[in-house]
């Protein structure tokens, strides 16, 4: 299998009349398939153009650019669990429905990957597992890796562009996409990780983990919670992270009630506008489609 990416200038692509700018280009080799990668701008906004070429065929998808670590979470629950019992997932974004299910045939192992919308007919892409241990998967899961990076790193130049935002030193923003399980309802994905320090905690070495922590994704940015203590008390710290920069704040375990019932406060005050909200949406599906 062989892979390799150059970087794109301006161009042209689907559904931008003629507007759509090219931002990056990959291109990755798996078995007899080629398939290209186009992250690509216009007037409406971002998205990645997944095209799957044979010496006979070529078929495209569209992702929205918040697809993206939809996309490279559900490739590392597929490379993941290669041992282990896998199902077919449905994944809404927006006014887009994506397919994933797992077939097997004479070659092997694949994920065949379906995009079903108004504005569109319905395409498919078809992407082999590989000879040894997933290593397609793996490959096409990386690729999803570096443009999501460089997607969130022309976000963030722009966000600089047209309004400077306070950059909070030495933080780092090491976490990775997170694993989708098999049952998520909403746009949320969970995991026991840490949150790096901020500039308002005491040192490190004064705060307790209580080892509780989640993590939930809305639009483009994070939020980490997590459970801690120091020689004041209890607290739960909340992170915001939206490209490099993060910001927190600490409520202690006195206020959590007040701060719950607040929110609930708001969640019902604009429950027709929230319920009216289509978001990334993942289920697992019983049967292949």
């Known amino acids: 299998m062989e892979g390799g990416g150059s970087s794109g200038g301006g161009g042209t692509g689907t559904g931008g009349g003629g507007t759509d700018v090219e931002l990056l280009c990959k291109t990755l080799q798996v078995e007899h398939k080629l398939f290209y990668f186009d ?42 669990n290669d041992e282990q019992e896998v199902f077919s997932k449905e994944l809404q974004l927006d006014t887009k429905v994506f397919y994933f299910d797992i077939g097997e045939n004479k070659r092997g192992r694949f994920l065949k990957i379906s995009e079903a919308s108004v504005s569109r007919n319905r395409s498919t892409i078809i992407v082999p597992a590989g000879s040894a241990r997933d290593e397609g998967w793996a490959a096409f899961r990386n690729i999803l890796a570096e443009i999501n990076e460089a997607s969130r790193l022309f976000a963030l130049n722009n966000q600089q562009n047209s309004e400077p935002s306070e950059r909070l030193a030495g933080l780092s923003d090491d976490v990775g996409a997170g694993f989708i399980s098999g049952h998520i309802a909403q746009p949320a994905s969970t995991s026991d990780l840490s949150v790096d320090r901020t500039v308002e905690l005491p040192p490190q070495d004064e705060i307790g983990n209580l080892g509780v922590s989640k993590v939930i994704r809305a639009d483009q940015k994070r939020f980490f919670f997590d459970l801690g203590s120091n020689n004041r008390g209890h607290f739960l710290r909340i992170s915001e992270v939206a490209g490099s920069d993060r910001s927190s704040i600490i409520l202690p375990l006195s206020g959590l009630k007040q701060f719950h019932e607040m929110v609930g406060h708001f969640v019902e005050i604009t429950k027709d506008r929230i319920e009216g909200m289509t978001g990334a949406n993942v289920r697992t599906v019983e049967s292949q489609r």
């Open 39 to 80: 992250l690509k701008e216009n007037p409406r906004g971002r998205y990645l153009k997944i095209s799957e070429k044979t010496s006979a065929t070529r078929s495209t998808i569209i992702v929205p650019v918040s697809g993206i670590v939809w996309f490279l979470d559900l490739f590392n629950y597929y490379v993941n």
